[in-house]
């Protein structure tokens, strides 16, 4: 089941806004002495061979940064054209031969609460906002694993704000009105503000708890049955600068291009952590080249 929207800051207008973004300030800062203990020991296992990870938590993790709430409207949003369906659905019958690990954002972090469940399935819930560039570049790889063990319908584009420095009108999905249904996972998505910061969907109480204590408040934040969680962008957004929904889907399923490796690696690492929480269903995915790699490099993160 889906419901939300996705992007990856916070917040609203004038006062409100100038306090989040001081809260995120604080935040990125916090996570950026964080990260130096952790770039010494997260390193990514591809093939046999050791990728070093440049982790950049402070650069990538954000809340409210975007100033497009100040323009009173936001970029439209639209139903996915056949161009974006069919790239997706490319991109998931894909994972990458020598997946680049380096380009995985973050990186992914262990969680050692009690197990998230929905319907007797491990449940993933993302958190996230339309206007939010880091939730822009994070939503591609996320929807191509998921697509893996599930299927979409509604799914709709968008850009996140056409103001935000830190990546604007990059382009994007949205989860709002989509539905999703699997048989091996439970999808939760809350895309908790449009595209000019205005609420849109609501966290239940323990979401709030969950997105707070996990997620620092931070967008995009998603967790993985309790297990893993992804708090700030998976990739770099600047990667997708320039180009529309439809350019990007059709990017993300050929590796070659900057695109197509970085959505690949991303989505091989997500789906290497939903093999870990739905007890390697399917076989003929959870097996395959780059989430084999994936996993091997999730070992690795203590």
């Given at each position: 089941m889906v419901d939300g929207r996705d992007d990856g800051h916070k917040g609203r207008t004038s006062t409100k806004y100038a306090a989040k973004k001081a809260a995120t300030e604080r935040i990125a800062?916090?996570?950026?002495?964080?990260?130096?203990?952790?770039?010494?020991?997260?390193?990514?296992?591809?093939?046999?061979?050791?990728l070093a990870v440049v982790v950049v938590i402070g650069l990538i993790v954000g809340i409210g940064l975007s100033t497009k709430k100040s323009t009173g409207s936001?970029?439209?949003?639209?139903?996915?054209?056949?161009?974006?369906?069919?790239?997706?659905a490319n991109a998931a019958a894909?994972?990458?031969?020598?997946?680049?690990?380096t380009t995985v954002k973050g990186p992914p972090a262990r969680l050692t609460g009690a197990p998230l469940t929905s319907g007797g399935k491990p449940e993933v819930l993302y958190v996230g906002a339309e206007y939010c560039p880091y939730c822009a570049v994070t939503r591609w790889p996320l929807t191509v694993a998921l697509s893996r063990f599930g299927t979409f319908s509604n799914l709709q584009t968008t850009l996140s704000s056409a103001t935000d420095a830190a990546g604007p009108n990059t382009p994007t999905l949205s989860y709002h009105g989509a539905t999703y249904t699997s048989p091996y996972i439970d999808l939760v998505t809350r895309e908790q503000e449009d595209g000019v910061g205005k609420p849109l969907e609501t966290l239940s109480g323990?979401?709030?708890s969950l997105f707070n204590n996990y997620g620092k408040g931070a967008y995009p934040f998603v967790d993985f049955g309790g297990t893993w969680m992804q708090s700030g962008a998976s990739g770099d957004q600047t990667e997708l600068a320039g180009l529309t929904p439809d350019q990007v889907a059709t990017a993300i399923a050929d590796p070659t291009t900057k695109p197509g490796a970085m959505t690949l690696a991303g989505a091989d690492t997500f789906t290497a952590i939903i093999c870990g929480i739905d007890g390697g269903k399917p076989a003929n995915v959870c097996t395959s080249i780059g989430v084999v790699a994936a996993t091997a490099a999730l070992s690795a993160i203590k």
């Amino acid at each position: 089941m889906v419901d939300g929207r996705d992007d990856g800051h916070k917040g609203r207008t004038s006062t409100k806004y100038a306090a989040k973004k001081a809260a995120t300030e604080r935040i990125a800062l916090a996570r950026a002495a964080e990260v130096k203990a952790a770039r010494r020991r997260n390193i990514m296992v591809a093939g046999g061979s050791i990728l070093a990870v440049v982790v950049v938590i402070g650069l990538i993790v954000g809340i409210g940064l975007s100033t497009k709430k100040s323009t009173g409207s936001g970029n439209p949003v639209n139903a996915a054209s056949s161009t974006v369906t069919t790239g997706l659905a490319n991109a998931a019958a894909l994972t990458s031969q020598t997946p680049d690990l380096t380009t995985v954002k973050g990186p992914p972090a262990r969680l050692t609460g009690a197990p998230l469940t929905s319907g007797g399935k491990p449940e993933v819930l993302y958190v996230g906002a339309e206007y939010c560039p880091y939730c822009a570049v994070t939503r591609w790889p996320l929807t191509v694993a998921l697509s893996r063990f599930g299927t979409f319908s509604n799914l709709q584009t968008t850009l996140s704000s056409a103001t935000d420095a830190a990546g604007p009108n990059t382009p994007t999905l949205s989860y709002h009105g989509a539905t999703y249904t699997s048989p091996y996972i439970d999808l939760v998505t809350r895309e908790q503000e449009d595209g000019v910061g205005k609420p849109l969907e609501t966290l239940s109480g323990a979401e709030t708890s969950l997105f707070n204590n996990y997620g620092k408040g931070a967008y995009p934040f998603v967790d993985f049955g309790g297990t893993w969680m992804q708090s700030g962008a998976s990739g770099d957004q600047t990667e997708l600068a320039g180009l529309t929904p439809d350019q990007v889907a059709t990017a993300i399923a050929d590796p070659t291009t900057k695109p197509g490796a970085m959505t690949l690696a991303g989505a091989d690492t997500f789906t290497a952590i939903i093999c870990g929480i739905d007890g390697g269903k399917p076989a003929n995915v959870c097996t395959s080249i780059g989430v084999v790699a994936a996993t091997a490099a999730l070992s690795a993160i203590k």
